[in-house]
């Protein structure tokens, strides 16, 4: 199993990690990466971008050394019943969204509270991908969740950092998801996390994992930069067509 997108990845725009997108341009490109994408903290994280950064990610190239990037954000489950702290200005710079419990922003939280704040956020229309659901913080009824995702188009993210150093008691809460989605009929992406670009692509530990337990592949939305960009362009994002031609070359390459 090979994931060539990195739904998921952060820059010294949010104060704890530590590359430029620079940095990682170079070392996608280094592992073969067809895409990442860059989804720094929204405001409302202690160390979260300005929104300023989010409106001038359209001066980034789309593509260098012909690895494309993505203009994502992490936003921030609001408490105490959902949404995202995105500025409604803020989307037509966005090409998507990842929708995360973090601790400073939503207290832990019982999973009837964590439940609904996730599905409400999930009905906004606002996000495409829910970050590390797997947060043991944040008990989740993970069949409602899925269907909810599903009913929206939204898939929930498996988190490579989850199995290894963040969120830990994480491990089996993502195994359990993989085997629901694959059961319930829905999709995840796949994401680094990365808060350096050395990490960019490295999902070892969720292919690992979704090998053990048989997870098909075809259900990973970011195998592929194709595959991914029809994603978003069943979500309308216009970037689905502004690189739907350099994405080709990796239709051929599979074929």
């Known amino acids: 199993m090979r994931i060539l997108t990195d739904t998921h990845a952060h820059t010294v725009a949010s104060d704890h990690a530590f590359s430029t997108v620079h940095d990682y341009f170079q070392i996608a490109r280094d592992k073969g990466l067809q895409l990442f994408s860059i989804t720094d903290h929204a405001p409302t994280m202690p160390d979260g971008a300005h929104y300023w950064h989010f409106g001038n990610m359209k001066v980034i190239p789309r593509v260098v050394g012909n690895v494309g990037m993505l203009r994502g954000i992490e936003a921030n489950i609001l408490e105490p019943e959902g949404g995202l702290d995105i500025l409604d200005k ?68 498996i988190n490579n950092s989850s199995f290894s150093h963040s969120r830990l008691g994480s491990e ?22 990365s808060h350096i670009a050395y990490s960019v692509g490295d999902f070892e530990h969720a292919i690992s994992h979704a090998e053990r337990i048989g997870f098909p592949e075809a259900r990973i939305v970011n195998a592929t930069a194709p595959r991914f960009l029809r994603f978003l362009g069943e979500h309308d994002k216009p970037v689905a067509q502004e690189m739907a031609e350099w994405a080709s070359q990796f239709e051929m390459e599979a074929e």
């Open 90 to 157: 803020m989307h037509p710079f966005l090409d998507f969204a990842i929708a995360s419990f973090h601790e400073p922003v939503f207290a832990p939280a019982d999973k009837a509270t964590s439940t609904r704040a996730v599905i409400n956020t999930i009905k906004t229309g606002e996000c495409q991908i829910v970050g590390h659901p797997g947060n043991p913080n944040y008990p989740l009824d993970y069949e409602e969740v899925i269907r909810a995702a599903r009913d929206n188009n939204v898939v929930l993210e």
């Open 172 to 193: 089996s809460n993502c195994v359990h998801i993989m085997e629901l989605i694959d059961r319930l009929d829905w999709k995840v992406a796949f994401g680094s996390d």
